[in-house]
């Protein structure tokens, strides 16, 4: 089964979003010598985010054309994901994932499908082949990182660019900007927004890109203080023509999470077939 053979005809219509560079700025006085204590800052400051709510606008391009529409997401990590992809009667597909068992159920091809959770099951709907925990880690302004046996770092334009080199000659680099206002503060409180993540293969090729762009401040309404999140990410896969672009209209965090977000039962009526990870 092909992935635009379920999305195909629930996408809605043009989405033209213009591409925005990441602004310019001077390096923080007093800088993270570390890489790996960089990146643990970073994540540190995303532990408070537990669950996401949100609608997005998903404009998907690959070889086979171009693909539009609205999906609802709720995200409870580390990699617990649902996808709604909508149109003005309601829900067309329905994708969810306990971190185990992939179900999707397609409204349109009357069929219920059922397998591992895993990248090409996964890309059926969202069109980004990662693991759950991997779109969850993207969606909510992270990364999935190599296995590194050294890594560097070097500040350039307000930001801190971490280069991790895998035993295999792959190498992964991560972009994190400081905020201007913080880059007199000592690097423990310097607080940074991830904007790209770019995997290279051992030949240079780009294997592939993630950008997260447009940070805005989303208040946690269990009281905890407010997180700083991308309401605009793209991912790139040269390889195979992939370009996904998900546009954000509303983020809520840290909601409740209903016993049975994550998992779905086939409808009456519903074709039921068992998928296989690619």
């Known amino acids: 089964m092909k992935t635009r053979s379920i999305v195909l005809g629930w996408m809605g219509a ?22 790996a204590t960089a990146i643990a800052s970073y994540q540190q400051s995303r532990e408070p985010l537990r669950v996401m709510r949100a609608e997005a606008r998903v404009d998907r391009r690959d070889e086979e054309g171009r693909i539009r529409g609205t999906v609802m997401m709720f995200l409870e990590r580390p990699d617990r994901v649902r996808f709604d992809a909508m149109t003005q009667m309601g829900p067309a597909a329905i994708l969810t994932s306990d971190g185990t068992t992939f179900e999707l159920t397609d ?12 990248p090409s099951n996964i890309e059926r709907l969202l069109g ?7 779109v969850a880690l993207l969606l909510t302004g992270q990364t999935p990182r190599i296995e590194a046996t050294r890594s560097e770092m070097r500040c350039d ?9 895998g035993s ?19 690097p423990d409180q310097q607080q940074m927004r991830l904007r790209e993540s770019r995997v290279n293969a051992a030949n240079g090729a780009l294997e592939w890109r993630v950008s997260w762009d447009d940070y805005r401040a989303v208040q946690d309404p269990s009281g905890g203080a407010a997180v700083t999140m991308p309401f605009r ?9 992939i370009d996904t672009l998900v546009r954000f ?6 909601a409740e999470v209903p016993a ?13 077939e068992t998928v296989q990870c690619e």
């Open 14 to 35: 043009a989405l033209a979003l213009p591409l925005v560079g990441c602004p310019g700025g001077v390096c923080p006085a007093v800088r993270f010598e570390d890489p």
């Open 107 to 118: 409204l349109r091809e009357d069929r219920f499908y059922v397998g591992p959770t895993c």
């Open 128 to 134: 980004i082949p990662l693991a759950g925990d991997e």
């Open 157 to 165: 334009g307000g930001t801190y660019h971490v280069t991790l080199h």
């Open 168 to 186: 295999d000659g792959r190498t992964q680099t991560l972009a994190l900007e400081v905020r201007p206002e913080d880059r007199e503060q000592p």
């Open 233 to 241: 990410i793209q991912f790139e896969q040269p390889s195979r023509g």
């Open 249 to 254: 209209e509303s983020i809520d965090l840290n």
């Open 260 to 272: 049975d977000a994550f998992v779905q039962e086939a409808r009456p009526g519903l074709q039921v």
